[in-house]
């Protein structure tokens, strides 16, 4: 959305043959902001079903949870979008109520900042990880209980998509791309962006031992829809539906 990138990502969409977006927000975003003329397909993000599952790594979470405390995780760029901030305070308010662990995974400008809220937190600050940027992140998603996405907004939202690939049910905002990927009450919940209590209190009701069950088993089902051997196939439509074009002329 920055002006000066105005003119030539106008002119990129408007003279492509063809143009996918990974949302109906992103699709609607764009043409918000930018004055395009071209018709624009969404086709949403797509994961590898082989690679994100839930792997067995008991030995890893019994290391971490040693007690049976609920893990909770966090996976970003750490950049101002992302609210980080928020992240940690609602792990604080979850963490009164539930003997709970936090991890949080990736890099970023904000990351220094959250280390030093962490250690401010008193009770809290050894129960706050910071793994860094990993590649086998689906090998820790696989021991986790709820994920946090508290972003201000995100185009679809495809961290989300590997947590829940890996049965973990999903906390977020209710921006951007994410009401159409995270399920209202089935494959977790959405909040206001910046609304801690009620993402606290959603991630209470989720983490309950009557109720993780079926967010788990939920979340697992959603992801599915978005295995790429379900998406792939669109894009390749897609494709085909470009280049007959071409072939008429």
């Known amino acids: 959305k ?28 764009t043409y918000k902001h930018f004055d395009i003329k071209n018709e624009i397909e969404v086709i ?33 760029n750490f950049r101002p979008v992302k609210r980080v901030e ?14 709970s662990k936090l991890l949080l995974v990736g890099d970023g400008p ?17 129960d706050i990880r910071f793994l860094g940027k990993l590649e086998a992140v689906e090998e820790v998603l696989s021991v986790c209980d709820l994920f946090l996405m508290p972003s201000e907004t995100e185009s679809f939202g495809l961290a989300a998509l590997e947590a829940m690939a ?8 209710n921006t951007g791309g994410l009401p159409e990927l995270n399920v209202q009450g089935k494959t977790g919940f959405m909040s206001n962006v910046g609304d801690v209590d009620d ?13 993780l069950p079926t967010f788990k088993k939920n979340a697992l089902e959603r992801a599915k829809e978005f295995d790429i051997v379900n998406i792939l196939p669109k894009y390749l439509e897609y494709y085909e539906k470009i280049l007959s074009k071409f072939k008429k002329k």
């Open 2 to 29: 920055d002006s000066s990138y105005e003119p030539v990502v106008t002119f990129s969409i408007n003279e492509s043959d063809g143009v996918t977006a990974v949302s109906e927000d992103l699709k609607n975003d």
């Open 199 to 211: 993402m606290v209190k959603n991630a209470l009701f989720i983490l309950r031992d009557e109720n």
């Open 44 to 76: 949403p993000n797509f994961i590898d079903m082989n690679r994100f599952t839930k792997q067995k790594k008991e030995h890893f979470k019994k290391a971490i949870c040693p007690n049976d405390e609920k893990l909770l995780i966090h996976t970003s």
């Open 110 to 126: 904000e990351r220094i900042t959250l280390e030093q809220q962490s250690r401010d937190c008193e009770n809290a600050a050894a």
């Open 166 to 173: 890996c049965e973990v049910p999903v906390i977020s905002t």
């Open 86 to 99: 928020d992240v940690l305070k609602i792990f604080v308010n979850v963490r009164k109520q539930i003997p």
